[in-house]
């Protein structure tokens, strides 16, 4: 079955409708509510003479083109799907995954299902007390599908309530594992740097004036060649953005190796990292106090045996 299309609406504002607001004008436009358009502007689905505005309340102006992204809906219940997982820790309240590079978190247009938590609600059948009255596993911070490595999931309503507050405070340790491009001079340093949606392209996030505060702490574990051709770094976040580690060290002028997005191969990099397929990014530290027991729980992962054979090749260099 071919998959569902994103809806491209695209509208002039005319004389009569300048002034008006962004979403209502919208409304009119297409047909949807208010409160549907309210959450597509904000995640960056609309754009005004091609730049991305995520403010629902902006003003339009006769002669600007209005451009909305309708991505197609997802399925309202997620399936119960047996997919293997690698469970680190698991009681009554909470669950540690060792997530794989390539499995996306929740479902979403392109990625209707085979997702974690498609895997959680198979893994989990009978021990989910219910997340806002619904049996299911509570998702408090997500890492990309090409990002491999650590995460908590809450089993019940208390405890995605306890997380999602720690994860809100910043009241928890995370420390990745990234290959990245190049090597900073220095030896350790921190990018504070706020992050938003791009203004080029709303598909990609970046740095931008009144973005969301971010700071990643990084540090050097190993350099590759002389001059360095890539660098292992060790990455803690101060904050947790969309996208906050490959932004920030993209900052740097050190990309990810693997990176479509914010990466790139300079000229003469070795042959087996410009084929990794995907960022290499691993979430190897996670630590936080438990919800019920407030006793201090500390994790620590691997590296993948990509990740580890890609260091491989690049100490041969």
Not at 7 to 18: A, K, M
Not at 175 to 199: E, F, H, L, M
Not at 246 to 254: F, Q, Y
Request: proline share 7%; with cysteine; glycine share 10%.
């Amino acid at each position: 079955m071919m998959a569902a299309l994103e809806t491209l609406h695209r509208v002039t504002v005319d004389e009569t409708d300048g002034g008006d607001r962004l979403d209502r004008f919208l409304a009119r436009a297409t047909g949807l509510s208010r409160m549907r358009l309210k959450g597509l502007i904000e995640t960056g689905q609309a754009t005004v003479d091609g730049a991305t505005i995520e403010d629902a309340s902006a003003r339009v102006k006769p002669g600007q083109v209005i451009t909305l992204g309708v991505p197609p809906a997802a399925p309202a219940t997620p399936e119960a799907q047996e997919i293997p997982l690698t469970v680190v820790y698991e009681d009554e309240d909470l669950i540690v995954i060792d997530k794989p590079a390539g499995l996306v978190v929740h479902p979403a247009p392109g990625n209707p299902d085979r997702t974690l938590v498609n895997a959680l609600l198979a893994h989990c059948r009978g021990s989910l007390s219910g997340i806002g009255g619904v049996e299911r596993p509570g998702i408090v911070h997500r890492i990309d599908k090409d990002t491999s490595g650590l995460m908590v999931v809450a089993k019940s309503e208390t405890a995605h309530h306890f997380l999602a507050d720690l994860f809100a405070r910043h009241d928890l340790e995370r420390g990745y594992k990234a290959v990245v491009w190049g090597s900073p001079k220095s030896n350790a340093g921190a990018v504070d740097g706020p992050i938003g949606r791009s203004r080029a392209d709303r598909k990609k996030m970046a740095i931008v004036e009144g973005g969301k505060h971010a700071i990643t702490h990084w540090r050097v574990e190993r350099r590759f060649g002389a001059p360095p051709v890539a660098a292992l770094m060790d990455c803690r976040l101060e904050t947790g953005r969309t996208h906050q580690i490959r932004v920030h060290l993209a900052s740097l002028g050190h990309g990810l190796v693997g990176d479509p997005v914010y990466g790139r191969a300079p000229k003469g990099a070795p042959a087996a990292a410009r084929a990794f397929p995907r960022q290499a990014l691993h979430a190897w530290l996670l630590g936080f106090r438990h919800p019920r027991s407030a006793e201090m729980l500390h994790f620590e992962s691997n590296l993948p045996s990509d990740m580890s054979e890609l260091l491989d090749s690049l100490e041969r260099i």
